[in-house]
């Protein structure tokens, strides 16, 4: 299974954009890159997820490098809602065999007021 | 819409006893997924299911868990002979079969199992 690298934690002031990073250095090229966030006492939520482009949606948006090694999660105006530990995933595709979504321990967001 | 239900929120058990969570996918997703989670960790593959068939499961499984969709809507875990170990929370997460949500999991908000 592919892997995800991540910072155990990071802070940003409220109203303030995060950029949230994810190393996936073995990505084969059918894996999509997937976000997803859990906020405390809750199952984790979808944010965003994408291929080769950059996504964008109304949570956040994603960019993703050239040779698709690192994304990054922006959330352009943090707010305390958002705090929660988000986990960035490598979703094989199907035809690979298997279906499975492998999270790892994600990045604690703290935000300040 | 309710989302994706899963019964009992809590539940606490003796070591030994078994143990069944259910969860009920939103209806028309036929892509159904369990996950364990402990405390600090991220969530944890355990078996995926598509329609009824049983496509994928853990190779961490033991055999005390087994998993079941009889008709392709909800589905059970059930641990036998619990353990201390097993203490998790037991997350259950469905998607749709086509379209753009298909690659998105929509979870539940978990069965939290306590083993003493």
């Known amino acids: 299974d592919a892997k995800t690298t991540q910072p155990n934690s990071m802070e940003s002031n409220e109203e303030e954009p995060v950029h949230l990073p994810c190393n996936h250095s073995?990505?084969?090229?059918?894996?999509?890159i997937h976000w997803y966030r859990q906020l405390p006492s809750q199952g984790p939520e979808y944010v965003i997820h994408?291929?080769?482009s950059n996504v964008n949606n109304r949570m956040a948006s994603l960019a993703i490098a050239e040779d698709r090694k690192s994304s990054t999660l922006i959330l352009h105006r943090a707010t305390l809602r958002d705090a929660a530990v988000y986990y960035c995933?490598?979703?094989?595709?199907?035809?690979?065999?298997?279906?499975?979504?492998?999270f790892g321990t994600g990045t604690r967001l703290k935000v300040l007021a | 819409d309710t989302g994706v239900s899963q019964d009992p929120r809590h539940k606490i058990t003796k070591r030994g006893q078994n143990v069944t969570f259910r969860c009920d996918p939103i209806?028309?997703?036929?892509?159904l997924y369990w996950y364990r989670q402990t405390l600090g960790q991220g969530p944890e593959f355990l078996t995926y299911?598509?329609?009824?068939?049983?496509?994928?499961k853990s190779r961490l499984l033991s055999d005390r868990f087994s998993a079941e969709r009889p008709k392709g809507s909800f589905s059970t875990l059930e641990i036998q002979r619990t353990e201390q170990g097993d203490s998790a929370m037991y997350l259950c997460?469905?998607?749709?079969?086509?379209?753009?949500?298909?690659?998105?999991?929509?979870f539940g908000a978990g069965s939290r199992l306590t083993v003493l």
């Open positions: 997460a469905s998607s749709p079969p086509t379209g753009a949500g298909a690659n998105v999991l929509t």
């Open positions: 073995t990505i084969s090229g059918t894996d999509y």
């Open positions: 994408g291929l080769t």
């Open positions: 995933i490598l979703r094989a595709s199907p035809v690979s065999g298997t279906y499975k979504y492998i």
């Open positions: 209806s028309e997703h036929n892509r």
């Open positions: 299911f598509q329609n009824e068939a049983q496509l994928e």
